[in-house]
């Protein structure tokens, strides 16, 4: 089975080629420009430099949101530009699922957060549960689903738990000095090359969806935002 996957739902772009329990080739870029301007152009030259066969894909997988409002937008209107192109499902991946999922096999709680502004993160809580059987693997579990919820919110949960956890995601910088005074349990951040989305970590997510049936037609695919955006809060606040 082959996967490309696209995230385009924080700072970072990011494509990936899957095939199998194989990551092909992946492009990630944070770096002052807009996804706009390099979701495609990116997917094009992984397209290129792997040899991709347009035709072999079965499946699309994009981070479905939450996240920022434009980058969700971008994201969405290339897979489906893709999935009706090519007459592929599209894999529709909870964004803070596939964070966590950067955290693999860690016995430690997962706390992704992103910065949803008006002092909010977009976050959940997460663990990796053992399965039976050799090889060794785990499964992600949710044990607080992805909420728009304030910082203060989210620490008092990961509290309750009694266990270590670790953060991550663009939130992260903006509340780790926060983050000091409301932690009651010891706690860490991912390293940089684990705390922001990636592309292959929703292909390897996608994966098992796939299996599982959990496909929507590209016509179908809708980004899931959470909350109201700026402009329709405005609208209500004023009606």
Known sequence: MKIIALDSSGLVASVAVLEDQTLIGEYNIQYKKTHSQTLLPMLDELKKMVELDLDSVDAIALAKGPGSFTGLRIGSATAK??????????????????????LYGTDKLICPIMDARRNQVYTGIYEFLRKE???????????????AVSI???????NSFEREVIFLGDGVPVYEKKLADLMKVPYGFAPAH????????FGILASDYYKEGKVVSAADHAPEYLRLSQAEREKQEKS
């Open 133 to 147: 059987g050799m090889p060794v693997s785990y499964k992600l579990v949710s044990l607080l689903p992805q909420c």
């Open 152 to 158: 203060d919110e989210i620490a008092e949960k990961c």
């Open 194 to 201: 684990m705390n922001r989305q990636r592309a292959a970590a």
């Open 81 to 102: 530009g893709l999935g009706l192109a090519m007459k592929k499902p599209i894999i529709e991946i909870p964004t803070l699922d596939g964070l966590a999922c950067n």
